[in-house]
Antibody, heavy 121, light 106 residues
Framework: QVHLVESGGGVVQPGRSLRLSCAASGFTFSSYVMNWVRQAPGKGLEWVAVISFDGSEKHYADSVRGRFTISRDNSKNTVSLQMNSLRAEDTAVYYC??????????????WGQGTLVTVSS | IVLTQSPGTLSLSPGERATLSCRASQTLSSSYLAWYQQKPGQAPRLLIYGASNRATGIPDRFIGGGSGTDFTLTIYRLEPEDFAVYYCHQCGNSFTFGGGTKVEIK
């Protein structure tokens, strides 16, 4: 069955960087888009970034564009989120979510359990 | 596209019917509307896609409907495990989520 496991979360100071990873299994990873979605404590869901099946197309939420970079390694079945210039408002649980299609778009049919990122001095 | 969910909280008893609303700020193809369920401390789970199609393993008491700008999720005969937060989601113009509706035990 589909399994997504995020890692890399932790406590980081404002302005610093952090890299999240998501290991995928149970499906043909190289055929589907992958997304990152975050949820601030006690708040709703916010889509962060998406990458197409082959990594050729990437899109970002306005709130993170220019600071975050999504990437994938289809040989290792992993998707990553490089987060730079972190701010307090980036504090959230970050979820990796599988898309239902190959190119950007589609709903999110499987989710990981999430990894908590806390930005604090 | 902005998605507005109502009500914010729904207080109901087991066995009752829950009707959740999701209104889009512009016309949305039904193909691009999904619903998720999230329980405390857990990741969201896909319930409905394409406005009315149940995801794998989702009981038939969950019914999605609507078109255009108005979509609904109806849960018939609430079970104890259905008390959770529900989010609508559009994937037709970038991606946005509604603010969520909490279904709580009355």
């Amino acid at each position: 069955q589909v399994h997504l496991v995020e890692s890399g979360g932790g406590v980081v100071q404002p302005g610093r960087s952090l890299r999240l990873s998501c290991a995928a299994s149970g499906f043909t990873f190289s055929s589907y888009v992958m997304n990152w979605v975050r949820q601030a404590p006690g708040k709703g869901l916010e889509w962060v970034a998406v990458i197409s099946f082959d990594g050729s197309e990437k899109h970002y939420a306005d709130s993170v564009r220019g600071r975050f970079t999504i990437s994938r390694d289809n040989s290792k079945n992993t998707v990553s989120l490089q987060m730079n210039s972190l701010r307090a408002e980036d504090t959230a649980v970050y979820y990796c979510a599988k898309g239902s299609v190959s190119y950007t778009g589609g709903y999110f049919d499987y989710w990981g359990q999430g990894t908590l990122v806390t930005v604090s001095s | 596209i902005v998605l507005t969910q109502s009500p914010g909280t729904l207080s109901l008893s087991p066995g009752e019917r829950a009707t959740l609303s999701c209104r889009a700020s512009q016309t949305l193809s039904s193909s691009y509307l999904a619903w998720y369920q999230q329980k405390p401390g857990q990741a969201p789970r896909l319930l409905i896609y394409g406005a009315s199609n149940r995801a794998t393993g989702i009981p038939d008491r969950f019914i999605g409907g609507g078109s255009g700008t108005d979509f609904t999720l109806t849960i018939y005969r609430l079970e104890p495990e259905d008390f959770a937060v529900y989010y609508c989601h559009q994937c037709g113009n970038s991606f946005t989520f509604g603010g969520g509706t909490k279904v709580e035990i009355k």
